[in-house]
Each structure stands twice: as C-alpha cells, then as structure tokens.
C-alpha cells in the first residue's frame, strides 16, 4: 500500500512539472538604434533603441498536452533602466509564419519595436498553432489567446532575471484585430484568474472582434457582400478543434463547391491568405457576388438561425470577450466606423456592454470616422501609445528616472490658454495629434510663460518638450471647448 501511494504521488509530482510553463530559449533576431526605430515609424518620441528575440517556451494546448510556442521579446536598449512590461496580441495570420517573432523586421512584428522603443520590455505571443506550435491554430478562441500569452509573461521573467534585464510591475496590454479580441481576453482572465500574480496598469484594445455571438454572427447570417470570407471556416474549423462537437466532417457544414478548398485550408495544404483569395473567386462566380453565407449548407444555416442551443451558437457565445467581467484597470477601446474588415458595432456593443456595469474608468473612441481596418492601425495606435503615456513609469533603482524639467501645465484640458510654469531652460514644445503628426509647435523661453491654443481642435494631443542638455519630457494634454 506504501509502495502503491508513493509511486502515486511520484506520478503526480512528475505531471505537474511536465505541464509547468518553462522557457525553452531565446534567440537574437537583431537590434535597432533609436535613429533607425524613429526613421522606421516617423515618431520623434522614440526614446531607446531595442534588442529583439525568439522566444520559445511550452504552454497547454486546446487538448490539454504540452505545447512548444515562440513569442517576440522586444527590449529597450537601456539596461540601467527598470521598465514597464508591454504584452501585443497580434492580428490575424494570413500564414504559420505570419506572426511577431517572424516578422519582426518587416511586419507586424515591427509594432513590438515601437513599444520598446517607448521604453516598454514588449512581448507579443504568437499564439498556438502558429510560429513554431503544432496544431490548427484556435482563432478567436478567448481562452487560449489568454493562456498563451499568460504563459510567455511567466517564460519571460524567467528570462529577463537571468539576463539582468529590469522590468517592474506595471503591465499594459494592447493588440489589434483578432489582437483587439485576444488582448480584451487577456485583460479579462488576469482580472479574474490571475490577479495574484500580475495586475494590470492600463488597456487598449484595437478594432477587435469582442462580439462573437452577436455582430460577428450576424456578419455570417447576413447576405451581404464581405471580401473576408476565409474568417468564417477558419472560426468554425477553430471551434471544431477546441469544442470538438460542431460537425463529423467539414461537407456537413460547408456546400460541396466549396468543402473541398475548406479541407485543404484544414490540413495545411493552403494558407488563409490563399483559402480567402480561392473563396473570393469561388462565391463570385458561383452567387455572382462574395457573399459568404453562400458558403453554408440550407439545412446547417437554418440550424444555427432557429436553435440557440446548436453547438456554434454555444461556441460562439464562449469567446465573446466582454462578459461576466467588469474590468478594474483604465481600459480604452478604439476603432474606426469605416472598418471594413471588423465591424464597428463590436467596440459598442462591447463598450455599451462594460459601461453598464460600472467600469471604473472606460471609454471607446473612434479614432477615425473615415478610416478602413488597415488605415486605423496608424491612429489607433497612436492613441494607444497617448493613453498609455499617462501611466508609464521608467525608474532607476526603484526610484523614478530623474528628468530636469520642473514644468507644471495648466489648465488640463485647455480651451484657449495654456499655462507652463518652471520651465528650465529655453526650448521647444511639439504637439503630435492621434495620428502622430507634428500639428502645433512653439519656442519657449525659460521660466514661466502663457501660450495661446485656441486655434487647436478639440481632442487629446502628445505634449513634447525638449532643450539643449535636457532629457526630452512628454505630457498629455487635452484641448477641450
């Protein structure tokens, strides 16, 4: 009975090591000088150049066994400095190797840069199933963008204390699209789950997808013209692989002119990327147009209109990233009304949704009425970079980083008069719209002086000051009538 019990204990001890987040390694990928990183972005607010990794480290799968995945690890140059830690949540992939620790030189990997840059130690998971997982990777499944990105906070600690890189506290997460949804989960589950080990400074999440069950699904039930038709199976199949209890094979859900394309999408035979251009072409020569609810089997469409219980309406309502949750730390959602990839009405509901329950200190912005999905990357993350900026603290030796400019500015938000007080020395002061463009400029001498911002428009705006032989300092401010 002894020998019995302990070879039972000995058995659990072992499986709980093996399923332990552990960092597996990290590889230099290259470094940026601060020069090239402000060239790169056209963002004179650029502070540290940033060394940047590969990290490996093992997560859960949707299946419960062990995974390896990989993440950018993005760190600002300056190593004397304690920083803020930063998680991206990316967009969506169009192929494996569409992801951060891939394309950290030529796409969206780059916003890492940036974010380290602004003096942020950034990571940006590559989700599973992506980069060097294995598996189908599970799109929009709330859980897992949560839990992976969870488990690189935990590898990278391991090792940034190996390697005498200082990061405090604070912790701020942002992403875009299915990055939107994916950072709103992650903001989700620490609140929830894991408030003993992090605790969220600030949020952002970017034109997200939070309305799974609601706009997203009746994106699906409605038979309108949409060119991303490749979302649909690629968030049916990735249910599928988590749920397991949608469909037997992929031709019960999908018409024959299509199920065979979709199959091949599912084995790795072709890329979402390829999967949406294929289906583009399909649905307009088939329908006479791209309506992607021509893709769906009568019977399985009806199904899913008439049964709320039906498997997708139950995996659907799964991932919405906005329920049972009332979030605790500053959180901003921006987006543009012209998206025309993720629909707008995902940030109101959403924000509609988290206002009524009393979130502390919430908003949704459109950052730009006019703006498609891909051209309201640029002021949404501006605005990200604004927001966050009023939180961020880079210290030295627990004390925060020393900065010569005594300066008071009010009032905050102006209307036509802006007040400066202890100014140190002659200088310049920048201001920058949401868009990061330079809007407003003016010589300021030493000491105290009245500048006149009646002809600014309304809006919040990054103040930027600098003088010879003095660290550039940064403020908000908002001009309001």
Sequence with gaps: MIKHLLSILLALVCTTGLF?????????????TKAQITTQFNLPLIQYG?????????????????????????????????????VYQHGTSGSKLDVPSYTAANGEGMIGLLFAGLGYVTLAPDY??????????PYVHADSEASVAL???RAVETYTTQNNISTSDQLFITGYSQGGHAAMALHRAIEKDAANEFTVTAAAP????????????????????????????NTILSYQTVYGNLFSQISDVFRPAYADLVTQFYAGQVTLGSLNSQLITLLTANEGSCRPIKLFKDEVLQAITNDPNHPMNIALAKNDTYNDWTPEAPMRLFYCTADDQVPFQNSIVAGDSLTAIGAPDFAIVDVNTTADHGQCVTPALTATVLFFSGFQQVTTNTTVAANDWNLKMSPNPASSKLHLQG???????????MEGRIVWSSELRKGDQTLDVSELKNGLYLARFSAPGQKARTERLMIRR
């Design 151 to 153: 488990d690189m906070l």
């Design 20 to 32: 332990a987040q552990t960092l597996v390694s990290a590889t230099l990928l290259g470094t940026k």
């Design 423 to 433: 100014l140190p020395a002659a200088g310049k002061m920048d201001l920058l719209d």
């Design 128 to 137: 599973l199933g992506l980069g060097v997982s294995k598996g189908f990777h």
């Design 50 to 86: 940033a060394k940047y990794y590969r990290v490996q480290y093992t997560s859960t799968a949707v299946n419960g066994t062990l995974d390896t995945v990989s993440g950018l690890l993005a760190v600002p140059s300056d190593l004397s400095k304690v920083f803020p830690r930063l």
């Design 206 to 233: 970017m034109s997200g997808p939070y309305s799974i069950s609601g706009v997203m699904r009746n994106l699906i039930l409605t038979d309108a013209v949409y060119y991303y038709p490749a979302y649909i199976p």
